[in-house]
């Protein structure tokens, strides 16, 4: 289908194609630029593109998620506009300066991935970007510094002074297991998803326009605490350090707080799924919100909403807020089978005008 939006974009053909999965996270938001430890797993929403060549050294894009528009620029002469366009800009502006030879390009993309829900759109979108480059032009490069070099056009370009999750995720990630990552190491294993237990999510429906402002000023925030406490990073410290982090002035207290009971608990969340462990899961995952919600501030009523309602359905096993908030999804572990079902009536109960269900995209039967 959209080899022919290529051809109706750019009236040839795309010579290669590649994508990547959105993901959710299951433990360990705010982590990442913490030095601590993430458990994200791969949703079915993917973000694939087309690429051909171009000899001219421009770059022509169009992104059927943002209208289709086909926008162009010169390698090698990017500069924000404050667009979309800014993602794709970081990452050949990072090619560039790596001392890759690029010569232009023909660019179409799609994407199943909600976008700004905290499902991790972005990262989908430079990690499929980076593939298609690296097999268009076969690059050299190796799916780890895929994920940096991700990481790089956010912040360097784009501005977001965003960790490396995501696009760890995105390289990495699968739908039948939890990669339990370290963020300081980049280690990590893989941890199965219990055969009784299944995963859903559901978007809220709102996104802050300062999200990506509040995020920076979170991720601030947790670096003067670090320095306060004589750390590198907030997650270095165990929960035996709480007495002396409390004695931080407010906000630090709170968000330092929040970074180091949230790293303890992705560890354990990690057990709780190997284990299968319903009551423990749903513990952490109520502990997790609550930290998210009121040290570390990054929840907004309609998704307490969704977490409260959703934890009172039968079906349903934990629930809290996932990604980097300010709106955004919730995650839910519902019995296997269930959640799908358990979305709906969390979703009717919830009246959302823009809220839906993202994670199952349908009943099934298992
Ligand atoms: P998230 O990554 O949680 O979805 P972000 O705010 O980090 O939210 O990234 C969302 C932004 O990424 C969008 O506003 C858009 O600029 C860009 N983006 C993501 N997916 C696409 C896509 N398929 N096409 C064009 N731009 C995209
Ligand atoms: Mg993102």
């Not at 506009?81 to 970081?90: A, E, F, K």
């Amino acid at each position: 289908m959209s080899e022919s939006d290529f051809l109706a974009a750019f009236g040839r053909l795309p010579s290669a194609t590649a994508d990547a999965a959105g993901r959710v996270n299951l433990m360990g938001e705010h982590t990442d630029y913490n030095g601590g430890r993430v458990l994200p797993t791969a949703i079915p929403g993917r973000t694939r593109v087309w690429l051909a060549r171009r000899d001219d050294g421009r770059v022509q894009a169009g992104s059927a998620a943002v209208g289709g528009a086909v926008e162009s620029y010169t390698l090698g002469a990017e500069s924000p506009r404050g667009t979309w366009l800014d993602y794709l800009q970081g990452i050949t502006a990072e090619l560039v300066r790596g001392g890759q030879a690029l010569s232009g390009l023909d660019l179409w993309i799609e994407s199943d991935v909600p976008v700004g829900s905290g499902l991790a759109s972005s990262a989908a979108f430079e990690i499929a970007v980076l593939r298609g480059l690296r097999a268009l032009y076969g690059l050299l490069l190796d799916d780890l510094e895929l994920a940096r070099l991700g990481q790089r056009a956010e912040t360097r370009f784009v501005g977001a002074n965003v960790g490396i999750m995501d696009q760890m995720a995105a390289v990495f990630a699968d739908e039948h297991t939890a990669l339990l990552l370290d963020t300081r190491t980049l280690a990590f294993e893989r941890v199965p998803l219990p055969d009784t237990l299944e995963i859903g999510v559901i978007d809220s429906g709102v996104r802050h326009a300062h999200a990506s402002g509040g995020y920076n000023e979170r991720r601030e925030e947790c670096e003067r605490a670090a320095a306060l406490l004589g750390v590198r990073s907030l997650c270095e410290l165990s929960v035996d350090a709480l007495p002396r982090v409390l004695e931080l002035p407010e906000p630090l207290a709170r968000r330092a707080r929040h970074a180091i009971t949230e790293h303890a608990r992705v560890g354990a969340a990690a057990d709780a799924l190997r284990a299968g462990d319903g009551d423990a899961l749903r513990a952490l995952f109520t502990a997790s919100h609550a930290s998210q919600r009121d040290d570390f501030a990054v929840s907004v009523p309609e998704v307490d909403r969704l977490v409260s309602l959703a934890l009172k359905d039968e079906d349903v096993v934990a629930a809290r807020l996932t990604g980097g908030g300010f709106g955004g999804s919730i995650v839910f572990v519902a019995s296997r089978g269930r959640a799908h079902t358990a979305a709906l009536r969390v979703l009717d109960a919830a009246a959302l005008p823009h809220a839906r269900v993202v994670v199952p995209a349908r009943a099934s039967h298992g």
